[in-house]
């Protein structure tokens, strides 16, 4: 294990090279920011998506880091990998895991961020004091042969995960597919099971099956009544008031309009004849003739 983490550290090793040019420090001042912007976007940022793709920005920052430092292997592995496989992955299962469920706006369990707080603060300081210990007497090892198998190119750590690291290798790839799959699984859920969306399709026919308390929506308020606001119930095909039409906060207020039906339809409904009804004291507008004469009944 202490061979393959050492070649991994000289992944960053710059060859023949210890002084900071010009372009190295500008690269690292135009970077740096960029990456603890990315860095404080992801703990900051309340949507989960939001902060993964915050994360994604930290990670091509860095990958461009590596590559700055002639750690070509290193700097594309940062970007192929883990941004491009590790965080694209992460961003699925979010997006199909968590697309019907909404952020808490009520803290679960009181005084979690004041702990969480405190917590982070302590481990910074825990290892920033680890940091400046092990770095304070640190001498830098020596360059090695990128080609060589001791060295930190992509001929050496591959004859390492191939050869020494086999095992773990392939049990790596064996959790990236079964990450896949559960992904899959999470995406295609049971439609049996409670709370599961349903298609229109599938909606109309659970309404003509009688699942619902009616085939079709409730009739809006205004629909075929003698006015159009939303207080004045609807009115059915044969003239009686639709009861459903109005909500319950409206039907609580004295703004609710209790219309009686036109007098045509009443008409209709009494058995009389329309043409002594239409132009009356109702003003119905109900469908008029004209006879031989030129008289409108």
Not at 113 to 131: D, K
Request: hydrophobic share 45%; charged share 20%.
């Amino acid at each position: 294990m202490t061979s393959f983490v050492d070649a991994g550290l000289v992944l960053a090793q710059t060859p023949g090279q210890e002084a900071v040019t010009t372009g190295e420090a500008a690269a690292f001042w135009i970077l740096g920011p960029l990456a603890v912007a990315g860095a404080l976007g992801m703990v900051f940022v309340r949507n989960a998506v939001h902060s993964a793709l915050w994360l994604v920005v930290t990670m091509l920052t860095l990958g461009v880091f590596y590559l700055i430092q002639n750690a070509s292997f290193l700097g594309f592995t940062q970007i192929i990998v883990y941004t491009g496989a590790v965080m694209m992955l992460f961003l699925f299962v979010l997006m199909m895991a968590g697309k019907d469920s909404s952020d808490a706006l009520v803290e679960a369990l009181r005084g979690q961020r004041l702990a969480a707080a405190v917590f982070g603060v302590g481990f910074a300081a825990l290892l920033s004091a680890a940091l400046v210990r092990s770095l304070r007497d640190t001498r830098f090892a020596p360059p090695l042969d990128p080609t060589s198998p001791e060295g930190g190119g992509a001929g050496g750590l591959g004859e390492l995960i191939f050869t020494d690291y086999l095992f773990p290798f392939e049990l790596t790839a064996a959790l990236l597919i079964v990450a896949g799959l559960a992904g899959i699984v999470l995406a295609q859920r049971d439609k049996r099971d409670e709370g599961a969306k349903r298609s229109q399709r599938e909606l109309v026919e659970a309404r003509f099956r009688g699942e619902y308390e009616r085939p079709s929506g409730r009739p809006g308020p205004g629909v075929f009544a003698t006015g159009n606001s939303v207080a004045t119930p609807a009115l059915l095909p044969d003239g009686s008031i639709a009861e459903d039409s109005l909500s319950d906060l409206i039907e609580s207020t004295p703004t609710a309009r209790r219309v009686s039906p036109p007098g045509w339809m009443r008409a209709l409904e009494g058995g009389e004849q329309a043409e002594g009804v239409h132009g009356g004291e109702d003003g119905g507008a109900g469908p008029s003739t004209t006879d031989d004469e030129g008289s409108e009944r």
